[in-house]
């Protein structure tokens, strides 16, 4: 299809995705949320699909930004809607997404790109990677969940200092603060996402899926999520992959998960 600005290509039972908008610094606009809410709508149903890695085209950027061309004239009542549509459609649905999505931060990460590869569950950066949500050099406050899943994932007090000074860090300072897991160099980046991603396309799928929303749900106020837990640990005991986990096990053979 013409005009894609989304690569998106199955291999090996992990979804590559790259935002494909080098010249502009891969800046979310649209078309590439709009084409990211189908292809991770379609991921969580694929059974084709283990895991997602998510990158942005080029050396530069993993993602600068929500597009800023296209707000610039946007009322209150489209400012909300673009934050709500945002969220619904991908960045909440990547957060709960069955499949574990790895962010392969190849540049910078900035403003909606940051909050992107945050709604991801695993952070891997290159070294040239910096973060940053400067959101208020505009005049605007993080609007895709910046502000909860930064403080989440960094603690309060650094978060309110990155976001009030809106100072971009370096990739080191992150894996410093727990905001991305892993930094390495850039030739490296996509072998050190795979090599996450392998492992987890060889367990359970099932049981990754329960994995994500129980941790998932120790996020939500209004959920008890040790029931959440609960709940998804019995769960797992109806599957075949429990069966087969259990088989592999005690037969000392490798387990050989179905999904089911
Ligand atoms: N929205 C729209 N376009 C963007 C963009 C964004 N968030 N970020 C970068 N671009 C575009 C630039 O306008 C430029 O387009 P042009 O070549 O047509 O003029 C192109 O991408 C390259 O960016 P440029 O600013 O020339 O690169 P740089 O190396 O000088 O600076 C940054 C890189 C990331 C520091 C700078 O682009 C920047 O500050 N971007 C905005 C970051 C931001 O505020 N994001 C939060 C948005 S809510």
Known sequence: MADLQVRSEIKDQ?????INREQKLNALNRAVLSELAVIIADAANNNEVRGILLTGA????FVAGADIAEFQNYSLEEGKELAKTGHE???NAIAN????????????????????????????????AKLGLPEVTLGLIPGYGGTQRLTQLVGRGIAIEMITTAEMITAEKALAIG????????????????EILSKIRSR????IASAIKAVNA???TDVNAYETEIEEFGNCFQTQ???????AFLEKRKANFSGK
């Open 241 to 247: 992959d429990f069966k087969e986990g259990v088989s």
């Open 89 to 91: 459609q991908v960045f």
């Open 218 to 220: 120790s996020l939500q």
């Open 58 to 61: 080029g050396e530069k950027a």
């Open 179 to 194: 905001l991305v897991n892993h930094v390495v160099p850039q030739s490296e980046l996509i072998a050190k996402a795979e």
């Open 14 to 18: 992990i979804l590559y995705l790259t």
């Open 204 to 207: 359970a799928p099932l049981a």
């Open 97 to 128: 997404c069955p499949k574990p999505i790895v962010a392969a931060i190849n540049g910078f990460a900035l403003g909606g790109g940051l909050e992107l590869a945050m709604a991801c569950h695993i952070r891997v950066a290159s070294e040239n």
